[in-house]
């Protein structure tokens, strides 16, 4: 059975990878580097501000902090304990797929990172700001699904890899959240 999910998975990959072009490398690239995000991340600072004060935004900036560490290095934890290699490190899927990096990244890649990192942040701004700011849960799901999705483009992660980054990240951005509000309610905000 998991030899059989990991070959579809392996299949849905290379045709997912296979669907890409040169000429949208380029906006792949864009979206799966970290620092490009800064706009996104500045604007939620901002919005912070505005709807929970500096006592507010206080908590919230430790709360996302504490998430990324958390996602960030259950990956890692993930990555070497499950051992999957990338796709791009392993033969059989290496010379038929697009590797649009230049670098691979390390040799496991179950489960993404980035995935992860998007995610979570995407699901604790959405709870933190339910019934504040119109439209952000949509802007902020879609982000993390496209910068999710160009870790396949790219070719350094098997769909499952981004799946279980995005669950990973969703659960942890819930309850990272939902400890932020109880801080809340502590401290007065």
Partial sequence: ML????????????????????????????????????????????????????KGTGIILVSIALLITCTDQL????????????????????????????????????????????????IFFTVMFKNKVKYISWVLLFWACIVAYSRIYIGVHYPLDVLTGALVGSL??????????FAFQKTGV
Avoid at 18 to 36: A, I, P, Q, S, V
Avoid at 92 to 117: D, I, P, T, W
Wanted: charged share 15%; with cysteine; hydrophobic share 45%.
């Fill in 3 to 54: 030899e059989q999910l990991l070959h579809y998975d392996k299949e849905l990959f290379l045709f997912l990878n296979g669907l890409g072009t040169e000429t949208w490398d380029g906006f792949w690239m864009f979206m799966t580097t970290t620092r490009n995000s800064a706009p996104l991340y500045l604007l939620l600072l901002y919005l912070s501000y505005r709807n929970f004060g500096w």
């Fill in 75 to 122: 990956s890692n934890f993930f990555k070497y304990g499950v051992g999957r290699l990338r796709p791009c490190h392993e033969p059989e899927v290496s010379s038929v797929m697009r590797l649009v990096k230049s670098y691979c990244g390390g040799q496991f890649g179950y489960f993404s990172a980035h995935a992860a990192n998007s995610f979570g942040p995407a």
């Fill in 172 to 181: 942890f951005g819930w309850l990272w959240a939902k400890l932020a509000i």
